[in-house]
Each structure stands twice: as structure tokens, then as C-alpha cells.
């Protein structure tokens, strides 16, 4: 599977962004995918995922309630509502796929099957 992210931009804070992530393929419906992002000079950090099923959903203790991970099987494609966007939530964000992900936290960003390029977010404050 290839993923490409897109939606990113410049945002006040308070605002809010919609980001996609399109992923080419047949057999996207058997990836769980994720968001992940990277400010600079951190490491990148893990998001949100969503399980393969899309029954699941998991968030980084710092965007819970106010981001929203979902998927559209029929468009292959997941997306990444932000909502009430904080400067702190500046980063380029990616989207990634792991095969019959159930939602789970990653541990790390090891063990993804699929990268997409990334997306600058950048929350003004």
C-alpha cells in the first residue's frame, strides 16, 4: 500500500484542520492506519490510529478530545479531524498502515508497513 498525506497548513489556535491520507491499492481495508507526527528537533510521536475493522480507535493522551481519526474503505482513504488546535500541535504530520492493525498503541514507530509523506501543521498562536 502507498499513502499520501494531504490537508495540511497555517491555522490560528483554537481552529481546527481536516487531514487525508489516500492510499493506493486494493487491500486497504485490511490495514489499520495511523497518524503520527514530528515537530522539530523531537522524534516522532504517535497520533491516533484506527483498527483495520474500524471498530477501534486509540489517541495520544494530547489530542484526546479534541482530534478525530476515521476511515472511508470506499475511498481508501482515513482522515485526521483537528479540532481546537493548539501551537504545541505544530508538526508534520504522517499518515501510516500496518496489516490487520487492531488499534492498538504502538510502542514505537517500528513495525509500520507503509509511509506517507508528511504534511505541515502549523498552529499559530
Known amino acids: 500500500v502507498q499513502l499520501q498525506a494531504s490537508g495540511g497548513g497555517l491555522v490560528q489556535a483554537g481552529g481546527f484542520l481536516r487531514l487525508s491520507c489516500a492510499a493506493s491499492g486494493r487491500t486497504f481495508s485490511s490495514y489499520g492506519m495511523g497518524w503520527f507526527r514530528q515537530a522539530p528537533g523531537k522524534e516522532r510521536e504517535f497520533v491516533a490510529v484506527i483498527s483495520w475493522r474500524g471498530g477501534r480507535t486509540n489517541y495520544a493522551d494530547t489530542v484526546k478530545g479534541r482530534f478525530t481519526i476515521s476511515r472511508d474503505n470506499a475511498k481508501n482513504t482515513v482522515y485526521l479531524q483537528m479540532n481546537s488546535l493548539r501551537p504545541e500541535d505544530t508538526a508534520v504530520y504522517y499518515c501510516?498502515?500496518?496489516?490487520?492493525?487492531?488499534?492498538?498503541?504502538?510502542?514505537?514507530?517500528?513495525?509500520?508497513?507503509?509511509w506517507g509523506k508528511g504534511t505541515l501543521v502549523t498552529v499559530s498562536s
Open positions: 501510516a498502515a500496518r496489516f490487520r492493525w487492531i488499534g492498538t498503541v504502538p510502542l514505537s514507530t517500528a513495525g509500520m508497513d507503509a
